[in-house]
């Protein structure tokens, strides 16, 4: 019952702020670029809770990434949903799953500020070539209040599309 509301109340903080889940801007990254999804929960005139940047290769793919999620994305109205300390631990891609172990800071995270952090997971990595769903946990173990552990980018909520 309680997930259940907690749920229900982060939809409708969603919804009241009118703000959609996610939104992509219009041009494409490049071959050498991928999107980043950030929180856009600061910026009033945003239309959506969270907003993507091209984040340029570093190093590799998906350490490189997490280490673009978790750093400000030098964007006005744009903030990590990371708080900060979080670290990848550990990752693997298997069979089109791609799990990220995250540290101990990420456990931390409830309600909106847990959701928008996994949406901004979900749509950042399921872009990537061969990944249909990321699993995440916290110094290998699961997040026992979370209704799910994997993430799909159909699974992420999407007001007023």
Known sequence: MNRRLTALGCAL???LTGCALAA???SPPTEEEYRGYYS???DQRAGAAVDCVSCAEGEPLVPGLMSALISDPGEEG???SFPTGVRLLSWSLEEGQLHLDLS???GGLTGVELTLADSCIALT???LEGVESVYITVEGR???YRRTQVFTAREVLLFGE
């Open 13 to 15: 903080a969603l919804s």
């Open 142 to 144: 699961e997040i026992p």
């Open 125 to 127: 990595f399921c872009g």
């Open 24 to 26: 992509v801007r219009e």
């Open 104 to 106: 101990e800071q990420y």
């Open 78 to 80: 744009l903030a990590s």
């Open 40 to 42: 856009a929960m600061g």
